[in-house]
């Protein structure tokens, strides 16, 4: 099928819930990517995220694919080695204790929010059940997750949203210190809102909500959906804060590209989801777990995760001599670069023209390469984003 038919078919027969990019993408290897006509890209986005180890790598092949051919699917009525490979090393990665797996990222905040108000319940009993989020964060698309991402456009139509959550400034102590109270369970946050602007949080900001969380009791709840899975320099983004979350969510790079979630408790929390009280049909699903396991092995090594740094530092290194850029946030392989002519959104439509795939975010570019793009790849891409900037 030429690229035309492709997109006819998705206009009549499927739900226009996504503005797309002109290109079909059929097949990738590494940091590149071929459409349906036969042009190559250099992939500046792994999927948003998703695929850590870029484009099927030999590793990750094998082992979906020997998994695919073994056992594809059980209930969570049994047992399975696979999840419980998943769970152990994100526990040891972590220090923590008890892991949820689930299909997206969505998920994995929809046990945390329980988590938070079944933990107070438990405690407390009824009555302390708000949950503080930040202005600007991303949560998911669940009519729930909705109502935690702290952006009005997306508390819409949908009426009536999950109550009990509560919206803060981020990086102000202040604002935060005014929305404490006696209702409050938890308060959950990006470390680097994503969706958001590519905008990190500050250590004081950070470490201040861990103190009060601390002192009252309230659980503090770190959405690693996007920052996680060495992203941005360390396994997790928290331990670049010195601070140690009750819960972390996780997705997005977790299976390197199949739809796998974790909701990962701490030890305060590690006892509140009982039998009963959650479950899924798909989480853990043993190829998901497969390619998991084959991603958390490989990107928590010290120098897998000291080439993730480097090569975000040649990056911002290379775009700080670009024309049009105005400022570059971010960490690690997580960039976000604001224009000067305020024109993310023409950049990456000419990008792609190009041969260059990549995000936005708000009104700036996002860059979310796969952690294992080569220097090659990365110049190569960059010059096409040179090229497009410099007109
Ligand atoms: C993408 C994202 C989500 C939602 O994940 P899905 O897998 O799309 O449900 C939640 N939180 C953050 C920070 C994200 O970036």
């Given amino acids: 099928m030429n690229f035309e038919e492709i997109k006819n078919d998705e206009q009549q027969y499927m739900m226009h819930t996504y503005g797309r990019f002109n290109t ?6 590494g940091a590149s990517a071929v459409d349906s006509e036969g042009k190559e890209y250099i992939d500046f986005t792994s999927g948003i995220g998703v695929n850590s180890l870029g484009y099927c790598d030999e590793g990750w092949v094998k082992a979906v694919s020997s998994q695919a051919a073994t056992l594809q699917h059980i209930s969570n009525l049994y047992y399975s080695p696979l999840q419980t490979e998943v769970s152990k090393k994100l526990c040891k990665l972590t220090g923590m204790e008890k892991v949820f797996l ?10 945390a929010i ?5 933990y107070s319940f438990d405690k407390y009993g009824e009555g302390r059940q708000k949950i503080i989020t930040l202005i600007n964060s991303f949560h998911g698309r669940t009519v729930t997750t909705l109502a935690a ?39 959950f946050i990006e470390l680097v809102q994503g969706e958001g602007g590519v905008m990190p949080l500050s250590e004081d900001f950070v470490r201040t909500a861990a103190d009060i969380c601390k002192e009252k009791d309230i659980l503090l709840m770190i959405d690693e959906v996007q920052t996680g899975i060495s992203r941005t320099g360390t396994f997790f983004c928290y331990q670049q804060y010195g601070i140690e979350p009750d819960v972390v969510t996780s997705a997005k790079g977790l299976g390197g590209g199949l739809p796998i979630g974790a909701c990962i408790s701490g030890k305060k929390t590690a ?3 009982t039998a009963g009280t959650h479950g899924t049909t798909f989480g853990g699903n043993p190829i998901a777990c497969a390619g998991a396991n084959e991603v958390l092995s490989r990107v928590s090594t010290k120098e897998f995760l000291d080439e993730v740094r480097a090569k975000g530092d040649y990056i911002r290194e290379k775009l700080s001599a670009m024309p049009n850029v105005k400022e570059i946030r971010g960490k690690g392989l997580m960039i976000g670069i604001v224009t000067e002519k305020d024109n993310a959104k023409d950049v990456a439509g000419r990008c792609v023209e190009n041969g260059l795939l990549i995000l936005t975010a708000k009104n700036l570019l996002r860059l979310l ?19 497009v900037m410099e007109v």
């Fill in 271 to 273: 006892g509140v989801m």
């Fill in 114 to 118: 329980k988590i938070a108000r079944k």
């Fill in 24 to 29: 079909a993408l059929v097949k990738g290897k």
């Fill in 369 to 387: 390469p796969p952690l294992t793009i080569s220097y090659e790849e990365i110049d190569k891409g960059l010059s096409i984003l040179k090229s």
């Fill in 102 to 111: 689930c299909n997206s990222g969505a998920e994995a905040n929809e046990c």
């Fill in 149 to 187: 991402t702290g952006q009005d456009v997306f508390h819409n139509f949908f009426f009536p949203f999950t109550e009990g959550f509560d919206y803060v400034t981020a990086n102000d102590t202040d604002d935060l210190k005014a929305h404490i109270s006696d209702d409050v369970c938890a308060v």
